[in-house]
């Protein structure tokens, strides 16, 4: 095989297909036939010094020319590729950790050198969404074992960027979601870091659900940092709340999260690694963990909150993490709003200590607070929640959010909805029960969580007196489109607030 | 949403995705804003009455025009589009069956209606390759049990057309793969049919082997027959040997294999369903199965043999099926070519009575013959093995094989490879050993099954001795690329045929 046979020059067709490396060549490819390349086979496409895996999909017509390749625009990323650029083809070697992949599904546990390589190949991008898929698959419903889970976190520590500080104790917090509207992170952020802790807080975006605390922040500040911009804002301010994702944290797992969007599939030994992952990369010493525990949660009853928490404290001893775990009232949605905009107006009212501000988000944020205070020697056990209610109140922590979010690029104004809906009670009654995952996929058909303004606001909590024609919920939409077929779909969820009758 | 604001019309841009419905809209496709699509999501396209579930790619630059769309071939087929027709695109009903995929991957069992549901959107193409990649790992590794395999096998036989017959008996054998050059069918077929017995055999293409017995078969006659096509055969030479998939007996099946490929995987649970449902549709009602066990054939050990025979036995049992079941020696290939063509002239070989023709696979073929023959009332147990090698040696089956190929379309001679190269031995010993699984692998880097030439020529079986320099196995390709890749590859598989010195 001569040395330039099987260069192909490549155009540009900017085809987005999001995380997965696709090469495109001509059905009639003189190469395809040489090489025995088909279409959906995996082909190793170098140029320069580097070399990735892709899929291959074939074009008939004169899209391209004979002698001319293209690639899907994750592909050309990784090659760092420009118009015109030449790339050989060649068939790959088979990918030895497929193998580890296979054994998994089989049923074996894995050894840390095999996951290790494993993730390392997922964040080269080598594996097709397929190769992907299966490894999620065969990893969740409690598949992994402690120590899977374990190799699981450091192969993505590893793998990533890791920040370091100059301080000795940096705080965390995380919570285990499933809980609509239960935003806290932007809350808890300014109080601790106004008495003096450092927390540099890196979140993730949805990956089920309507809104993640990245996409609500966004709406009041950027948080596509990189890891020095990031760096420079806890420099500053001794904290930041940015999305985990642009800083490179874990590569691996942000591909990871592509796919499970996808599956719609949260896996528990994935959580935990993809969690715990990152809290080591940021250098965090002490980490509180909120698990809210409730029928239509992400956690739906104490015996699985049990075995989560179990797994973290495992994992975290292991890889040296100060953790500190609280299970707490998932029964309902928390604040008002659900949908990053929405969201986002609640935390703001709970900042700004107005009267109308969502009691049970203030109050839950607090608790949070004063657990991460107390990691602190100067805080007593027990007196943390008091001395973070003085910071809010003193509004210090308003003044100590608009200087983060300043330094992260300027505090901006949350979006609003140009199209509303209100759903009315049927009946005068007492709000019985609200199903939290039926409320989510209402905000998601609403167009939350891309839409930013987009989403559901509820009116009544649990326990609540309505009568009949009160607002329960207020569905926002962006597009006429997206309410309308948000509206067209609440005959078959029926029961997302159920009012019984009586005084 | 008015009717209307949400069509696009269609521009064939010719993408072949293998069997993944992709649909291409521009970047700044207004109604990716306005019902707010994003890349990778799933996208509801619907032409005149049908409907079919995309996964979304974007574009930029002009390859489209605002207003226009395009869809990857298969997607394209699945609604039978035109040029500039007109499609609707709307955010798709969450599919309820991808709630019982997520059920299984947490680890419970199904039940029928639910993977009915499952079978059913995958044939209907709503399933995205991650989708199906999930399915396939929740059920590999044992996690189906008999009664999900039942219902997946009942599931696959509903999805699909079905032949039906004018005679009661209708036979059938089917080989649980594994053992490279175990191509028998294309010798019993002619046997059993020369008899009096109706054998319409339907086979498969490779999914992880350098050739199935559909791959072998093709370069010897046309093998992509359509039910039409494939009766006509039967009912003027009793038996026919044809593609499975080209005759939709089950098109969720096929789709799954092919990411079963993609895998690199085979499962349990999917081979039982899949092999018995093909039975089921081509209406057979005694199946011979044969199971080759060996330390680097598919089934490794009898342990495995036997759970294999066992879920056939239950499953075939609970859908009315005559099933008899051979385990057979798995520890080397059969015959003494790997690769379509190179198995095709072994084949002719054995149906020819050449002096030459390989003995392993001749006395296969006649087992197996025999213990078909034994499915009729006229022949005793026992007998049929000396009638199969009476019709052998007596030309009948030869002249029957040349007139079932007529009949589907012309008898032809396999191609001879451009390219070839011999392995020498090392040294004068015996040969001690053959590893199956990496004599398939190098026949695979040769260029097979796509490559029909392609492949492995074995020269020495088990127990053989040999001088030193004396070839043990040739290597076919069709390029010099592949030839050359093969080689390359050789330093890292070493022990293919382990020679031990001495006399």
């Known amino acids: 095989m001569t040395q330039g046979s099987n260069l ?38 170098t140029l320069g010094g580097k070399s990735i895996l892709a899929t291959l999909n074939t074009l008939e017509g004169d899209l391209l020319q004979q002698g001319e390749a293209s690639l899907s625009n994750y592909a050309w990323e990784l090659l760092g ?34 996951i290790k390589s494993i993730i390392g190949d997922i964040a080269l991008g080598r594996y097709s969404d397929i190769h992907i898929a299966a490894f999620l698959t065969a990893c969740a419903g409690g598949r992994l074992n402690e120590q899977e889970v374990t190799s699981l976190t450091e192969s993505m520590i590893e793998g990533g960027q890791k920040l370091t500080w100059s301080v000795d104790t940096v705080v965390d917090k995380h919570c285990v979601g499933g809980l609509p509207g239960n935003r806290t992170t932007p809350i808890i952020v300014p109080i601790v870091t106004a008495f003096g802790l ?60 592509g796919v499970e969007r996808a599956m719609d599939l949260d896996s528990e030994g994935q959580l935990v690694a993809s969690m715990l992952s990152k809290k080591i990369s940021v250098s965090s010493t002490h980490v509180l963990i909120d698990i809210p525990v409730g029928p239509t949660a992400k956690v739906r009853s104490f015996e699985m909150a ?13 890889i040296g993490l100060n953790l500190s775990i609280i299970l707490s009232d998932g029964s309902q949605p928390v604040g008002r709003g659900i949908g990053p905009a929405l969201e986002a107006w609640d935390i703001l009212a709970v900042l700004q200590n107005k009267s109308e ?20 020697p100067k805080v007593a056990v027990g007196e943390g929640r ?62 939350a969580p891309h839409d930013k303004a987009a989403g559901v606001e509820l009116h009544v909590p649990l326990r609540t007196l309505v009568d009949k024609g009160e607002p329960l919920v207020t569905i926002h939409a962006e597009s006429k489109g997206e309410l309308s077929y948000a509206l067209s779909l609440l005959d078959q969820i029926p029961e997302i607030i159920q009012v019984e009758a009586g005084e």
Chains 1, 2 share one sequence.
């Open 8 to 45: 192909l020059q490549l155009k540009r067709l900017g085809i987005d297909t999001y995380k997965e490396a696709v090469i495109y060549l001509r059905t009639d490819c003189h190469m395809c036939r040489s090489e025995g390349f088909e279409v959906h086979a995996r082909v190793r496409v």
């Open 81 to 114: 590729a420009n118009d015109g650029d030449p790339v050989q083809l060649s068939h790959p070697n088979p990918l030895q950790s497929l193998s580890f992949v296979r054994s998994k599904i089989y049923g074996n546990s894995l050894k840390k050198d095999e």
């Open 198 to 257: 450092t927390m540099p807080k890196t979140s993730s975006r949805a990956i089920t659900s309507p809104a993640g605390t990245a996409d609500t922040m966004e709406t009041l500040a950027p948080v596509d940092l990189d890891l020095k911009a990031m760096k420079r804002v806890v420099e500053q301010e001794q904290g930041c709340i940015v999305w985990g994702g642009s800083v490179s944290l874990s590569p691996a797992d942000d591909i990871l999260i």
């Open 306 to 318: 049990h075995t989560l928490e179990h797994l973290f404290q495992v994992v975290a001893q292991k």
């Open 357 to 376: 501000a969502p009691q049970d988000l203030r109050e839950r944020a607090l608790i949070l607070a004063g657990n991460i205070l107390e990691f602190s």
């Open 386 to 447: 008091k001395i973070a209610e003085d910071i809010l109140e003193s509004g210090k922590a308003f003044e100590k959010f608009q200087k983060i979010c300043e330094a992260q690029g300027g505090l901006r104004e949350p979006p609003v909805a140009k199209y509303t809906h209100s759903i009315l009670s049927p009946q005068r009654g007492c709000v019985a029960n609200i199903n939290n995952r039926q409320l989510a996929r209402l905000a998601k058909l609403a167009g």
